[in-house]
């Protein structure tokens, strides 16, 4: 199926010049952008020509959310829509049918080329054997994995902008899509999605070094969202406590996980700002073990064109202090 790897972006492309002609003569475009992290992203482009809005906030669960009024007439009056994929924003394709049919959508897991991994195959005995479980997620660029969103056990995990290569690559379809939809802009985007692409790749430098020293201990994550940090730098495999958002973990995984805590070889949990703090608890149990924070979603951070870089040096600085131990 190598040939769908071309089609959204073209397709979307398509549309953007049909639309292009069609928009109202006020001249601004109606962005609108499911998540802050992506937000972040399209914000950064789009500095100076206009500000995208946000669809959901902090209180909502990408994976099963209602919108406000508010949020509704966000879609109604969108052109362009930015979101992940069904397997993230699990409402997301009804609502843009039912109210923003007219808008272009852009889908970035549609882009075959993300660096994308598999979600855990759910079986508690695999904790132990990190890495193998996952098909050793190397890039997929051989397009097998189309059948994304169906098919237990080969789920494309949703959490591609944690991967600095992709928010690359997500920013210039950002700036590729923007410029087709509104090409009397198409210089500020260009410009501000290079000076995006040298931020990414100055924190990539960076990030590199923070945790070239690190110790490669075991650790534990609330959900399974940061395999695309965990995979960039090298980490070992988090162990999970939830393997999906939906399904809280049983009695028998969580006391697995407590196990392993109370054996002494875990040297870190990270919750998340959202995250059940009661199963952390349970798998810490009485031990001493280090606890911090990761966030996939800049909970608490202000949007806009930073919060992606925020977000994620906040992830690696509780990553690189909680393995190494200086707290
Ligand atoms: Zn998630």
Known sequence: MIHKRFIPLCAALLMALTAASARASDGRLDVVVSIKPIHALVAGVMQGVGTPHLLLNDQQSPHHFALKPSQARLLQQAELVFWVDPSLETPMPGLLASLAPHAIDIRFMADQDLVRYQNKI??????????????????????????????????????????????????????????????????????????????????????????????????????????????????????????????????????????????????????????????????????????????????????????YFDMMRANYAAFADCLAGTH
């Not at 660029?141 to 169906?150: K, N, R, Y």
């Not at 600095?164 to 923007?178: D, K």
């Not at 407590?258 to 199963?279: K, T, Y």
């Open 122 to 307: 759910s079986d508690d005995s695999d904790d132990d054997h990190e890495g193998h479980d996952d098909h050793e997620g190397h890039e997929d660029h051989d397009g097998h994995e189309d059948h994304e969103g169906h098919g237990r056990g080969h789920m494309v995990n949703p959490h591609i902008w944690l991967d600095l290569e992709n928010a690359r690559r997500m920013v210039w379809s950002i700036a590729a899509t923007l410029s087709a939809v509104d090409p009397q802009h198409a210089g500020a985007y260009a410009s501000n999605a290079a000076k995006l692409d040298k931020r990414l790749v100055d924190l990539h430098e960076v990030a590199k070094r923070q945790f070239a020293s690190i110790q490669r201990n075991k650790f534990i994550v609330q959900h399974d969202a940061f395999i695309y940090i965990e995979r960039q730098f090298k980490l070992p495999r988090g162990l999970v406590i939830a393997r999906d958002h939906d399904t809280p973990p049983g009695t028998a995984h969580l006391q697995h996980l407590r196990d392993l805590v109370a054996a002494g070889v875990v040297s870190c949990i990270f919750d998340e700002p959202q995250g059940a703090g009661h199963q952390i608890d349970i798998v810490a149990g009485t031990s001493f073990v280090r606890r911090a924070t990761l966030d996939a979603v800049g909970v608490g951070l202000p949007a806009g064109p930073d919060l």
